[in-house]
């Protein structure tokens, strides 16, 4: 997978050369790049922000130096006649620009960013990026707006940094055990069960004694139940979503 962000803060990323998507990064099998906005700012000042149209408080990010970035990622000025007709060999990069006005980012989605072929991520800032910024890269590739949730974030770094974390350990290779990807919360609607370690007694608290029992049955039922009373407990939005879903699938005969 190629992807590409776009942000005042590139040092912010450097986090990425380490664990798991470090290694990927190595191997080959997620290539990154991060590009300074200020790069394709050309006053004195490397200037990206203006005020708004309008009036109102704070800062908004200009077309300009945007635009210049991402003619530079998505190497074209205009879609191509295939690309426009919906029949190129490839399909166009997708890009998505953090916004809590987007949709909410989950699981789900992750899964389905992870077969992107190229994914790029524009970080806006102060009071958010010209409207136009966001029009025009819809005319030269796939845009969806995407939130963490219903919170504001000073920028989008965070927001990206998240997602790419979501996204690139589902790629396949990334992970070493793919079967421990199975077993994590959200994957089937509800939340992980609880973990255990050697030693079986530590500082008066004692593993459950069905994970020392060997009988893997129970130990898959017990697992089961805990997610279960988990997602009861602390998520029960998921476990209603997840028991309607059970009751609208119908038996096999």
């Given amino acids: 997978m190629k992807i590409d962000i776009v942000s005042i803060f590139p040092s912010f990323f450097d986090v990425l050369d380490i664990s798991?998507?470090?290694?990927?990064?190595?191997?080959?099998?997620?290539?990154?790049?991060?590009?300074?906005?200020?790069?394709?700012?050309?006053?004195?000042?490397?200037?990206?922000?203006?005020?708004?149209?309008?009036?109102?408080?704070?800062?908004?990010m200009k077309p300009e130096p945007w635009g210049e970035a991402l003619d530079r990622i998505l190497g074209r000025e205009e879609p191509?006649?295939?690309?426009?007709?919906?029949?190129?060999?490839?399909?166009?990069?997708?890009?998505?620009?953090?916004?809590?006005?987007?949709?909410?980012f989950n699981q789900e989605m992750a899964r389905t960013l992870a077969q992107e072929d190229h994914?790029?991520?524009g970080c806006g800032r102060y009071e958010g990026i010209d409207q136009r910024v966001v029009d025009y890269a819809a005319d030269q590739a796939r845009v969806r707006l995407v939130s963490l949730g219903d919170?504001?974030?000073?920028?989008g770094e965070v927001a990206t940094m998240a997602m790419i974390e979501a996204i690139g350990r589902l790629i396949p290779g990334v992970v070493g055990?793919?079967?421990?990807?199975?077993?994590?919360?959200?994957?089937?609607?509800?939340?992980?069960?609880?973990?255990?370690?050697?030693p079986s007694s530590w500082r008066g608290y004692d593993v459950p004694p069905v994970l020392l029992s060997g009988n893997h049955g129970a130990v898959h039922s017990w697992r089961h139940e805990q997610r279960v009373e988990r997602t009861r407990r602390v998520r029960p939005d998921l476990l209603s979503v997840v028991l309607d879903a059970d009751a609208a699938t119908p038996e096999s005969e």
């Fill in 80 to 104: 191509s006649a295939a690309d426009a007709a919906g029949a190129g060999s490839q399909p166009r990069p997708l890009v998505i620009f953090p916004s809590p006005a987007g949709e909410v």
């Fill in 177 to 198: 055990n793919p079967e421990s990807l199975t077993e994590e919360s959200h994957e089937d609607g509800l939340l992980e069960y609880p973990s255990y370690t050697k």
């Fill in 119 to 121: 994914l790029v991520f």
């Fill in 20 to 60: 798991l998507l470090g290694k990927a990064r190595q191997n080959g099998m997620i290539n990154l790049a991060v590009h300074d906005l200020r790069d394709f700012a050309h006053d004195r000042h490397r200037t990206v922000d203006d005020t708004p149209y309008g009036g109102g408080a704070g800062m908004v």
């Fill in 151 to 155: 919170y504001v974030l000073n920028g």
